[in-house]
């Protein structure tokens, strides 16, 4: 899992394979670091993520409450067929912000901060 503060302004995390217990518990810990006074602000990398079980569901969802609260946006972005077809079985795309881009993700958070 590979996570980068950009100009302290957001962080992006990259994950990779599969979004299972043990991954989930890396995602948890990687985004906690990164989440700073006046950063919340969170992308997340799914385009190489191949499946997610449900404790990444239940990350995700904990995630986005823990940011939430703290006025801060999780936004996930890449996400391939398979796991967006998991999204839109558990009505996650109606709760989570879902862009299709890096770049769409990042316009998302410059509209919502100006």
Do not use: W
């Not at 950009?6 to 994950?15: D, P, Y």
């Not at 990350?59 to 890449?78: A, V």
């Amino acid at each position: 899992m590979n996570t980068n503060m950009i100009e302290n302004s957001h962080a992006v995390v990259k994950i990779a394979g599969n979004l299972d217990g043990q991954k989930s518990d890396e995602l948890m810990i990687a985004v906690e670091k990164q989440i700073i006074p006046g950063n919340v602000d969170v992308l997340v990398d799914f385009e190489n993520v191949d499946y997610i079980s449900s404790m990444g569901i239940g990350t995700l969802i904990s995630l986005y409450r823990d940011i939430k609260e703290k006025n801060g946006y999780l936004i996930l972005y890449g996400i391939r067929d398979a796991v967006k077809d998991i999204f839109d079985r558990t009505h996650l795309n109606k709760r989570l912000i879902i862009c299709d881009t890096e770049k769409d993700a990042l316009d998302y958070l410059r509209n919502k901060h100006n």
